[in-house]
């Protein structure tokens, strides 16, 4: 047998889950752009490269391009890729809390 059930707090859980339903998501998406042009930044200063920031506020996207870097980031036969990229990302990752 099964027993369905749903239990509404009107207490400090329940203000506190409507505050962050309510804020939250824009603060998330607030932080997520800053944090992409922030690397956006970092590329265009660190590998010279055109970094654009693309997709939406929640989930927004760091696009390279410039056929130049990314001969450099892919390599060739004769030579392996640059993993710059990689480098700045992680180098990124580690700066930010």
Known sequence: MR??????????DGLARRIAARHFPDA????????AADLAGEIVAEAGAIATVA???????VEVS???FLDRV?????????PVLDRIRLLFARRRP
């Open 3 to 12: 027993t369905e059930f749903s239990v509404r707090t009107r207490g400090l």
């Open 28 to 35: 998330e998406a607030a932080a997520a752009a800053r944090a």
């Open 74 to 82: 892919r390599g060739a036969f004769d030579r392996p890729g640059d």
């Open 55 to 61: 997709g939406t506020p929640a989930r927004p996207l």
């Open 66 to 68: 410039g056929a130049a």
